[in-house]
């Protein structure tokens, strides 16, 4: 009988879907049936896959342009909270719906059930949080996550990439490195043109306005640069135009958006772990300008910046500096040839282990 793997991504922007598509392509090619949980605002991002696609309540998460991420991560909290409680009745009866094997949840912290094995794939295994009321968030994280069967971590087993955030030591629960994950890696052995056609790429990213807000920043910025230059993923943008230097995409599939990122000398976004993962993945060297206020980026963007390939802006105006310089190529240790799958996830229901003695919260 087919295997049934269901996907859980977290919709706070679009990395943590395109992210896990590829784990989704292999476990596809081991002829598991593949099935996604998705808001229906990101049912684009899988088309011209053949996934199965239900639709599921988002976190539909904002950025207000006068508040900070934290402040208005808190002044929506009562309809995170709302969603965290929705996430475990909609696990469940997805589950027993669909007869799902296998549950994978990327930063959904409450999707699963105890009717399917349920993985929990992030990161960001520890929170960056410091103090006192850091350690508190860090412990109740550590006892959500432990109610989950496994941990899939995507980063190396010597967290070079995530750093202390992708360290499962305070897990009770087996976890596993299953090395970066990227929609590119299937693709990147393709040959292609290696005549440059754009100087920089700035890949958007992020929830609105913020995310719009910045790339017209950048549009104004590299507008008075010399070079020629890409803005991918401005939405309502979605017919590419020309203004001035600059080629400006809104989405792309998973192809053009290769071939944009292929052909530019270097990549500049926001600290965002998938885009570090793409990255890698295509051997691109990357500017990031981590959100300020935002944790996870600018914890990322410090242990980053001093490896070969990785540079830091503070602030959008400082990519002027950048514009005319010739960037090291990343570090030549990555090898992201194979995704580490562990076969034991993979098991039947009725082999799961342990499961009547575990309790929902």
């Known amino acids: 009988m087919t295997t049934r793997v269901l996907f859980a991504p977290l919709d706070w922007g679009m990395g943590h879907t395109t992210r896990v598509i590829a784990l989704a392509e292999e476990l596809q090619k081991r002829d598991y049936e593949i099935i996604f949980a998705l808001p229906k605002k990101q049912f684009f991002l899988l088309e011209g896959y053949s996934f199965k696609i239900i639709e599921v309540v988002g976190y539909n998460i904002k950025y207000f342009s006068l508040l900070t991420p934290i402040q208005s991560l808190i002044l929506q909290s009562p309809k995170i909270f709302l969603v965290f409680i929705r996430e475990l009745f909609i696990a469940k009866k997805i589950s027993k719906a669909n007869a799902i094997d296998v549950i994978i949840s990327d930063n959904r912290p409450f999707f699963r059930s105890r009717n399917s094995v349920s993985c929990y794939l992030s990161h960001q295994i520890n929170l960056p949080i410091k103090g006192l009321i850091g350690r508190l968030i860090n412990k109740i994280y550590t006892r959500i996550i432990n109610k989950f069967d496994y941990a899939l971590i995507p980063d190396f087993p010597n967290n070079v990439l995530a750093g202390k955030l992708s360290n499962p030591k305070n897990l009770k629960i087996k976890s596993f490195y299953c090395g970066p994950l990227s929609r590119f890696m299937s693709i990147s052995h393709k040959a292609v043109d290696t005549k440059f056609k754009y100087d920089m790429v700035y890949i958007t990213s992020g929830p609105q306005p913020y ?14 640069c010399d070079g020629k230059y890409a803005v991918l993923g401005y939405v309502n943008h979605e017919k590419p135009t020309v203004h001035k230097n600059i080629d400006i995409y809104g989405h792309l599939n998973t192809d053009d958006f290769y071939y944009v990122v292929k052909h530019s000398k270097t990549v500049v976004s926001l600290a965002g772990y998938t885009t570090i993962m793409d990255c890698v993945a295509l051997s691109k060297p990357l500017i990031m300008l981590p959100t300020k206020n935002q944790w996870e980026q600018e914890y990322l963007a410090i242990h980053l910046k001093d490896k070969r390939g990785f ?37 039947t229901k009725s082999q799961k282990i342990n499961i009547d003695n575990k309790t929902e919260i």
């Not at 995310?211 to 008075?224: C, G, M, P, T, W």
């Open 211 to 224: 995310r719009n807000h910045l790339a017209k920043k950048f549009i104004d910025i590299l507008s008075k």
């Open 311 to 347: 540079y830091v802006i503070n602030k959008p105006e400082e990519i002027k500096n950048y514009v005319n310089l010739t960037f090291e190529p990343l570090e030549q240790s990555f090898d992201i040839s194979e995704i580490q799958i562990p076969d034991t996830i993979f098991k």
